[in-house]
């Protein structure tokens, strides 16, 4: 329908006439051509968004999918068989429920794999929360130059340009029984003997994985801090509030966009991790990436796909809790 509306009464004569009369001006409002307008607008970011859409369907939805189909495929020893079973999760949980019901109760193999890889992740996830806040915070609100914070911050990365396998390798040397720190230790009269859980130990796999995830945490909540408007830290200070409480009650909340994305990047990477713990464990440390390659290694590959399924279940309950404390769609 359209409408014409001179000097705010409507009409609706059967054409348009494009005058002034008595010093009104003539509206034309189409809410035809406005509908034809925005489904046009809506068609035209449809058209935009296939090749991503495609993309991510190819090379994300279609293997998700087939790994899910997978995993509720038989196998022998030699061969899939193309059936509907839940033996690979019956297996992976195999005994559990008897386990944990004795009358000594503990926890199945798998059960355990689980707790230590979740162990690990919070582990490594706390440790580099609390350096990436740090450095995000220092470089954001301490090096006010533009100049100075891409230096600093590129200064920073520079061991992140090497291969991960070469950055772990190079820790063999430092912590190892016969490495630079035991040698220091011993010299200075600190132990007598080398201390063994260095090297080849969980103590080893954190290590590794604070060095080479912190950077991940590092860049979304320093993105964060620089969207905090520096005129607000101001009008706290001048409203009597301490440094502690500046940054506890303005900074950290602000922040929180950024840290629980670092904290999604660093808990899902190191969950399905298994070349760091496998190198820096010595192949001692069960986890459930390394459960997965283990399986894939004995061309186990359904029961492999259902511990994919499982640890994708698990790490996207964890991501749901994360998200649930902050909306980070305002942060991309």
Partial sequence: MTTWSVNGTSSSPPEARAARRGGGRLVVTDARAAGASRRGARGGAWLQALPFAAVFAVFFVVPLLLTVMVSFFDYSAYALIPDVTLRNYREAFEGCADRLFAPAPELCTTLKTYLTTLRLALTVWLITLLLGFAVAYFLAFHVRAVAWQIALFLICTIPFWTSNVIRMISFIPLLGRNGLINQMLMALGIVHAPLEWLLFSEFAVVLASVHLYTLFMIVPIFNAMLRIPRALLEAAADSGASPRQVL?????????????????????????????????????????????????????????????????????????????????????
């Fill in 248 to 332: 506890t009650n303005v900074v950290i909340p602000l922040s929180m966009p950024g840290i629980v994305i670092g904290s999604i990047f660093v808990i899902t990477i190191v969950m399905g991790d298994f070349v760091t713990v496998g190198v820096m464990g010595g192949q001692q440390i069960a986890s459930v990436g390394k459960m997965i390659n283990t399986h894939m290694g004995a061309l186990q590959f359904p029961a492999a796909a259902a511990h994919a399924v499982l640890l994708l279940l698990t790490v996207l309950a964890i991501i749901w809790g994360l998200t649930r404390l902050v909306d980070i769609r305002k942060e991309l």
